[in-house]
């Protein structure tokens, strides 16, 4: 065993790029752990073997769990390597960061003040340590210590302004992870696809791989016949399809979207109120703008959002928005394309008999199921 080598003084360390401190985080989970992976195998001590690299888990069940691991990586840490002069500890998928009580308890937080303590002082030579954490508090003392001391790669969702939301989110992950295959969306199959599946990294890149291997090549434009192929229908993708189908005005279609949520088990009140009549209201707010505000609905995404940041104040006002106040932007883009479908006058009586089926459902012994299907005949005849 070679012999134990002492600890530099932070005064007496030699600068490095990383410290010998590299810290994976972020939202992202798959991304998170899969990127880990990597880099502890680019870590590991090419002649150590499975000596070498000690991994310990930090997904922690309660704050005396977590305080013990961290402790366990400071006793780690200031060990040599067996049987090898190099040594990877590896922090993983640590839980204690996230702004929860676990990551907020007295025993996390002066454990972490030791680990952070010793970090300072620096690693002892040939040392390494990796540390991966899924959705950490960026506020916390101790991981703004660690990503400016060490090499931090961080992987978030995407995210972005006022009217970014979850559906932009997933709308990203598979524009950004079509690209780097060199596949492209039509603007109806991102849609679709986004509703589908969602923004989760792992199910994105799982399911572009499939639509990959199926078009082998031949050609890179992704439709929406392929995506009505190849990804199976989720619970939020066929509510997707209901507000679809209406916007296009498809009664066959959207009355089969609807049996099939009801045979699910969905609320009918709740499919009114999250689908149905916001769809109805979009349409009539996307055809006022455009016949009394003269909104143009170009092809393309881009300049339809300029388009929407020109509106005068009043106008803008009319736009239907989320709970959160934010509006959903090109949600709002794909109902304006289909909004010549309409007059004005007919999405008015749909508002409003939305408003009156909403009224039988909560007051009347009616069945509920027979009120939303009646309800699409009156607003696609």
């Known amino acids: 065993m070679p012999p134990a080598k002492t600890r530099k003084s932070a005064a007496k360390a030699k600068p490095t790029e990383s410290h010998g401190i590299h810290i994976v985080a972020g939202n992202d989970e798959f991304a998170v752990k899969n990127r880990a992976r990597e880099l502890a195998a680019k870590l590991a001590p090419a002649d150590g073997g499975e000596f070498a690299v000690e991994t310990l888990d930090a997904h922690a069940d309660n704050a005396e769990g977590a305080a013990s691991v961290i402790r366990e990586a400071i006793l780690s840490l200031s060990m040599p390597g067996f049987l090898a002069s190099e040594k990877l500890v590896w922090l993983k998928s640590a839980n204690f960061l996230s702004d929860t009580q676990l990551g907020g308890s007295k025993s996390v937080l002066e454990a ?23 959705n950490p508090d960026k506020r916390r003392t101790f991981y703004k210590f660690l ?23 997933a709308r990203q992950a598979a524009t950004t992870a079509a690209r780097e295959r060199g596949l492209r969306f039509t603007p109806d199959a991102l849609e679709r696809f986004a509703a589908h599946v969602g923004s989760e990294t792992r199910q994105v890149l799982n399911e572009l791989d499939k639509i990959d291997t199926y078009l082998q090549g031949e050609r890179r434009e992704i439709t929406e016949e392929d995506i009505a192929l190849l990804v199976p229908e989720t619970r939020r993708g066929i509510i997707f399809e209901l507000g679809n189908f209406i916007a296009r005005r498809q009664l066959k279609s959207a009355s089969r979207c609807l049996q099939t949520l009801l045979v699910q088990g969905e609320e009918p009140i709740g499919l009114l109120y999250a689908t149905i009549a916001p769809t109805i209201q979009n349409l009539l707010a996307a055809s006022v703008l455009i016949k009394q505000y003269g909104l143009r609905v ?41 909004a010549e479908r309409f007059t004005p006058d007919e999405l008015a009586a749909a508002v409003i008999a939305c408003a009156n089926a909403a009224a039988a459902i909560m007051s009347t012994g009616s069945d509920p199921d027979l009120i939303l299907h009646q309800l699409l005949i009156k607003i696609l005849p």
């Open 112 to 134: 972490l003040e030791e680990l952070q303590s010793f970090l300072a002082a620096g690693l002892p030579e040939g040392t390494r340590l990796l540390f991966s954490a899924v």
């Open 298 to 338: 170009p092809p393309s995404y881009p300049p339809f959002q300029g388009a929407l940041d020109r509106l005068p104040p009043e106008a803008e006002k009319i736009i239907p928005r989320k709970k959160d106040g934010t509006i959903n932007a090109y949600g709002f883009y794909m109902t304006a394309q289909k």
């Open 147 to 169: 990503t400016k001391l060490g090499s931090a790669e961080i992987f978030d969702k995407p995210s972005g302004g006022p009217r970014f939301n979850e559906d932009d989110a």
